[in-house]
DNA sequence: CTAAATGCAAATCTTTTGCACAACC
DNA sequence: GGTTGTGCAAAAGATTTGCATTTAG
């Protein structure tokens, strides 16, 4: 956990139970639950992983209550949604409002890692001159990876 | 690497035909048929309504051909396949290869308008310097549009 | 003629919905 | 206690697969 890869970002279980409340939802076990997975987990995970991890320990949640949890996150912005083209939605903490960031994805393997620039002012500018209003933005790059090569 | 291209390329059935053939595939009424609707289509479109277009007329083709033929075409980068977060993938013919454009999808219609400016060139590298090679992306805006503010 | 493509049916996979029961505040 | 969340079953939607039949080269 020193230098490898993703700094994990300072985000700790009370923050995000309080984002939980500040949203309008209760406290469960499975909620709970699903964000120490996500807290856990370094890269964009799928429902279905998510109840895997779930399942291997001793109490479990049903696939309908990950889809639902993860669906409630969504919306109150606790995690974002990304799709990288194999049909399965993934999901990541969303990070401080106004920070982000995007991927990299070996297209081998499959692996996702984070990339911490953006700097696409000029653009959202052009899209907003388009006569869009709330532009937001998806960028990721897909590669092959010095492991896969 | 890859450059963004501005200006759209003449495309016609005899080099898509042609390009069909150098990518081993037969040419059927089918494929031509699916080729007509996505250079008639200005917007990305997803099997399923180019099955619709398809019925529309007196031959039809089976949505798994669709499938099919979207696929293959896919393989030989006769088209590109997007995902824009809905769980539909859909489709657009690939322009000429280095050359490709972004996108802007209104959250409220849906409604996809293309973007031709990209320079990315600088976070290419930068993920070409994390030791990935063949090194493709996707940019997509998203915000509301003008109809429907 | 022969490999490749198509159509039909049915399967698979992801995600959603309805409803009764349980848990949180 | 009353809303909100969960589990189970089942549905819905997108995409894939198996197999017999047709078709392009």
Do not use: W
Request: aromatic letters at 6%.
């Amino acid at each position: 956990m020193s230098k490898c890869g993703t700094e994990r970002k300072n985000i700790d279980m009370d923050s995000l139970h309080t984002r939980m409340r500040n949203g309008g939802m209760k406290v469960t076990q499975q909620r709970s639950q699903v964000l120490k997975i996500l807290l856990a987990h370094p890269e964009p995970i799928s429902a279905d992983e998510i109840f895997k991890k779930f399942d291997s320990k001793s109490e479990g949640a049903d696939l309908v209550t990950i889809y639902r949890i993860l669906k409630k996150f969504e919306e109150v912005l606790l995690v974002t949604r990304q799709e990288f083209g194999d049909g399965v939605a993934r999901f990541e903490l969303a990070l401080e409002s106004g920070h982000h960031h995007h991927h990299v994805i070996c297209r081998h393997c499959q692996r996702v890692e984070p990339l911490h620039i953006c700097d696409l002012e000029s653009h959202i500018k052009t899209v907003e001159g388009m006569g869009y209003k709330q532009v937001s933005h998806r960028l990721d790059f897909f590669g092959v990876c010095s492991r896969c090569q």
